[in-house]
Structure formats: structure tokens, C-alpha cells
């Protein structure tokens, strides 16, 4: 048990998955974790409502696994703030974690009159996407994907739709050129998987600080634009770590949400029934895999700035508080049986920092499963449930794949000849360039911000074309 986080009620038991080899915390990474976290958040509760682990190789933190304790952080930012600056100073600097957890002027790390202020930014921005247009992006992008496999019987649907299908729809509200898209993709999941954190954080600024640039020189109706415009007048340091934060929420959990829903639905019997019924089953498991598999499991990380006992736990200054959403969410003390219909789980965080765009996050994986369901309705899973592998990482509850079988199908009607994805994929705005508007050129900032590449697509950087043989996105693209 660690010096500096022990349970008042500890008892004289010894057994628990503290280890060792890793200072006597449970270590939150490594295959073991990824494969069976729940049995880690059982093991972890003889500690109480906070327990002690570890996010990688020397990178102590404290995890609160009690729905109450996890609501109680989430909602006393002053006690709990998000500054990670003093935890930098002493973290390993090689850290794979570092990169993904450092301090951002962004929304979700920031606490007081500037979460407000970016905060605004980005709820006002995103209150002017139509959720009928939304909605109806979905659906052809969902379309033109089930047309490329349809025919086949068998998918992987992590690789072939999960993971496509919001970043296809988010480069279209965002207004993103596919070259800088492709990289902002890449180097937003190799930090929530922890490779290679420090190249994949630097390509991922560098690309969309080019999203930037292009949007101070040709403004459009998208996203990016209106962030740019907003009255509150971000910096480009700030757009740049606003539109990642988006772009991670849209992604990455966002693939990962509807990879479990689907999971869920080809493996649990409780759905085994009509699955093309539409919507009740769709949203039942939704409801279902934010409360046990949230694609989200530990996250909204805080830092008390001195020593604190809390829940009979002493916390120490600077050292990350994580939340366990999954662990909190199936608490034996408060879970609840029943949880169809019930959205009381902490998938979208509480308090201040609540997810500004669960609505829209939601809207996208209801709307994604049912399009799949109702083309697939005799779709099964191509393996048992239990043989399917996870990805890495602490933060996320993500399967490495989805393979799926089907009778071969007639592929759905694409609605015209043109094809209306390609030209959303390749970052044409929704309504066209604004008419009369002048392109300035890129105002100056940070040195750590790639310059414009003027306001047509940028040219590839000498080490594009490795990176897109990593995509899927871009081999899903090219047709590899």
C-alpha cells in the first residue's frame, strides 16, 4: 500500500492489486488492463471510495471509484482544479502520458473566468449546428459507408465504420481539408493510446493550426470558422486546443461509443431480439454502455494544489485525481439495476465541465447504429464476444476491432450520381466560401504554430506519406 494514500480502514488484509514493482499501486495500463478492467475497479474498492494507481511507469495518481466521491470532485473545482503546471515540474518528462495530460489553454483544463470564456467559445459555436443537418450528414455518410461493404458479408466495423463515420462527419461541420484532417486524426489517437505521444501531440497542433490559418484567410459557415469569429476573440494558441478538444471528443470517444453500443447489441441477449426495431434498442444500449463501458473510463483529471484529506484518504498536492467514470458508474452502492432509460451516469462528466456536446455526441452514434441495424439486420458478431482485444491506454474503453458477419446485401441507393461525401471529405464548406471576403494573411503567433499554407488544401509535409500509411482513414479513403 503507498506511503501517501492509505485508507484510515485499510484492516489487515494484504491481498488487493497493489504490486510491488510498481510502488504499491494498481497499474492502469498493459494489456491485463485493457482486457478486463472491471475485475482492476473490483479489486480496487477494498480501498474505499479512492484508491491509489498508477497511469504509467512512475506517473502516480489517485482513482475515485464511488459514484458520491466522483460527484463531489467533479463539482468543487475550487478544491479540484484542472492546472496540471505543478504536476509538470516533477512528472517524468519521457512520460508517454506527459504529452496527453500537460496543461492546454482549453476548455476542459482550465478553471474560473477562462473556462467561462473558451467554454462560451465552444458552446456558442456549437449551438449553430443544425441538428436536422446534422442528423441528415449522418445518415448519408452512413450510407456511402454500408454501400463499400454491404456486398461483402463480413466487416470490421471499428475499422470500417465506427472509426470513419465521425470523422467524416466532423470534417464536414468543421469545415477540414482531408490532408490536414488525415493528420489530426493520426496524431489525436496516438495520444489517447500513449504512442509516441510527443510526435503525435506536435503533428496534431501543427495540423490544426493549418485549420486555423486557412480559416482566418477564407472564412466559411463550419465550425472552425465560427470559433474563429466568436466575440471572445481566441488567440490562435487558443483555437488550436479549443478545435483539438472537439476533434478528440468527435474521435476518438465518439468511435469508441458506438464500437461498444454495436458490441452490445450483437452480444448481449437481452438485445438479441429484433434488432432493425429502430430506436428502443439503439437507445437502450447507449444508456447501457455509458453506464458499464463508457468510452470514456478515466478521466476529467484535477490537481489540489495542497495536501488534502478526502473520504479518509490522503491526497497528495500536485499528484492527479482521475475519475473513474466506469468504475464510479457500476458502484455497487449506488448503480442502479434497471438502467435502461436511466442517464444518470457520470459518462458526460458533472458540474462545470459537463460535456458540452453529449447532445450532439449522442445524436451521431443513435443515428449510426440505426442506419447499420436496419441495412444489417441478420448482422452477428464473427467471433465470441469474449475473444474480441482492447486498445491501450488509460483514459479510454476502446476495441482494437469489430469483425462482424452478414448475408451479402444489395448495397443502399446512394440517393444521386454525384457523390455528396467525397465533396464534404475534401473540405468544401457546406454553403460555399462567403462571397467578398477579403484572405489576410495569418496573423502571427506562438513560434510553435506551423505557418499557412495559403487557403488551398496545404502540400504535404516530407513525412505525410508515412503518416497516411498509418491512417485508416486515409487507407479507407485510397481504397487500401
Known sequence: MSDNLTPETAGSSTSGPECPAHGGRAPLYGPEFAARPARMYEALRRYGPVAPVELAPGVPASLVISYEAALEVLRDPGTFPKDARRWQQTAPPDSPVVPFMMYRPACNLSDGAAHARLRAAISDSMSRIDLNTLRESVERHAELLIRRFATKGSADMRAEYALVLP?????????????????????????????????????????????????????????????????????????????????????????????????????????????????????????????????????????????????????????????????????????????????????????????????????????????????????????PAGQLEWRPGFAQRALKALPVRFPPTQAPSAGSSADPVQAAWQGAPAHGPRQGSPAPAPESGSSSLAPARGPQAPAPRPSAAPVRRRNPLSRWWHGE
Open 167 to 383: 470523422l467524416l462527419v466532423f470534417n464536414e461541420v468543421l469545415g477540414c481539408p482531408t490532408e490536414i484532417g488525415d493528420r489530426i486524426a493520426v496524431g489525436m489517437q496516438g495520444l489517447v493510446e500513449n504512442v509516441e505521444t510527443a510526435k503525435n501531440n506536435q503533428m496534431l497542433v501543427e495540423a490544426v493550426a493549418e485549420l486555423v490559418a486557412l480559416k482566418r484567410a477564407r472564412p466559411a459557415e463550419d465550425l472552425a470558422t465560427w470559433l474563429v469569429e466568436h466575440p471572445a476573440r481566441l488567440t490562435d494558441e487558443e483555437l488550436v486546443e479549443q478545435i483539438a478538444l472537439l476533434v478528440g471528443l468527435a474521435t476518438e470517444p465518439e468511435q469508441n461509443l458506438i464500437a461498444n453500443g454495436l458490441r452490445l447489441l450483437l452480444s448481449d441477449d437481452r438485445f438479441a431480439g429484433d434488432l432493425s426495431g429502430g430506436s428502443l434498442p439503439v437507445a437502450d444500449a447507449l444508456d447501457e454502455v455509458l453506464w458499464t463501458d463508457p468510452p470514456i473510463a478515466n478521466w476529467a483529471v484535477s490537481y489540489p494544489v495542497q495536501d488534502l484529506d478526502f473520504h479518509g484518504v490522503r491526497l497528495p498536492a500536485d499528484q492527479p485525481v482521475v475519475i473513474g467514470f466506469a468504475a464510479a458508474n457500476t458502484d455497487p452502492s449506488t448503480a442502479s439495476a434497471n438502467r435502461a432509460g436511466n442517464r444518470a451516469h457520470l459518462a458526460w462528466g458533472a458540474g462545470p465541465h459537463t460535456c458540452p456536446v453529449q447532445g450532439q455526441a449522442r445524436l451521431i452514434a443513435s443515428v449510426a447504429m440505426e442506419k447499420l441495424l436496419d441495412a444489417l439486420p441478420d448482422m452477428e458478431l464473427a467471433v
